[in-house]
């Protein structure tokens, strides 16, 4: 594949919008070999949804991705199931292409403690509203940087499902200091601590969030 790139200009009339913004990569068995190519030869205006869930994806192919201007009308990047580390992910953090991201999608990955704290620590993603982490490999480091982000202060719904968060995490989203425009959060399928769920079902803050879900209470709307 690497000899033809015809198979680009396939992919694109397969997967491009007839407006033009929407960009349906998934299922192409994309690699890191092909996320080069595909940051060399691929140049689309106006592009604000790509689709590049379920391929075959790792740290250097999004690092790959991260760099080029494809990215940099992005309004939305779905980059579920995958095999993104904490490389590629603190490589997209550090891009100056993903200013305009509104929804970041990277659940089922392999993201760990280093990715999050990219994640909060980016100067890029201030305009981020929805970023789903869901079953990776974060723990209480990761969680405590996320909750007491100052940079993803437009963020709303933040999934956390099936990660590896205990108390020290559990209590740092409780306050969510850096967290002010927070209005769902999901926390399902982590490490069972009464404690800590409990601190998150009395906290103050977290009871003015339109969703909470998190194991022993699965779903409570309205607040807590």
Same mark, same amino acid.
């Given at each position: 594949m690497a000899d033809d790139l015809g198979y680009i200009r396939k992919w694109l009339r397969r997967g491009r919008s007839k407006?033009?913004? @929407? &960009? +349906?990569? =998934?299922?192409?068995? $994309?690699?890191?070999e092909i996320c080069a190519e595909l940051a060399e030869n691929l140049a689309l205006e106006g592009l604000e949804v790509l689709y590049l869930h379920t391929n075959k994806i790792k740290d250097e192919g999004l690092e790959e991705l991260a760099g080029c201007e494809l990215f940099s009308s992005l309004r939305e990047l779905w980059l579920?199931?995958?095999?993104?580390?904490?490389?590629?992910?603190?490589?997209?953090?550090?891009?100056?292409?993903?200013?305009?991201?509104?929804?970041?999608?990277?659940?089922?990955?392999?993201?760990?403690?280093?990715?999050?704290?990219?994640?909060?620590?980016?100067?890029?993603?201030?305009?981020?509203? @929805? &970023? +789903?982490? =869901?079953?990776?490999? $974060?723990?209480?480091?990761?969680?405590?940087?996320?909750?007491?982000?100052?940079?993803?202060?437009?963020?709303?719904?933040?999934?956390?499902?099936?990660?590896?968060?205990?108390?020290?995490?559990m209590l740092a989203l409780a306050e969510a200091k850096g967290l002010e425009s927070l209005t769902h959060l999901h926390l399902l399928y982590n490490k069972m601590e009464p404690e800590g769920l409990q601190t998150l079902l009395d906290s103050p803050r977290l009871r003015k969030l339109e969703t909470i879900k998190c194991d022993l209470f699965p779903e409570i709307p309205e607040g807590c």
């Open positions: 407006d033009g913004k @929407t &960009l +349906d990569f =998934s299922s192409r068995k $994309i690699n890191n579920y199931e995958n095999r993104i580390g904490d490389e590629g992910v603190k490589a997209l953090a550090d891009s100056p292409n993903v200013t305009k991201l509104r929804y970041l999608s990277l659940y089922t990955n392999r993201v760990g403690d280093e990715g999050a704290i990219a994640l909060a620590e980016s100067e890029y993603l201030g305009r981020l509203e @929805t &970023l +789903d982490l =869901s079953f990776n490999r $974060i723990g209480d480091e990761g969680a405590i940087a996320l909750a007491e982000s100052e940079n993803l202060h437009k963020l709303k719904t933040l999934h956390l499902d099936g990660n590896r968060i205990g108390r020290a995490g």
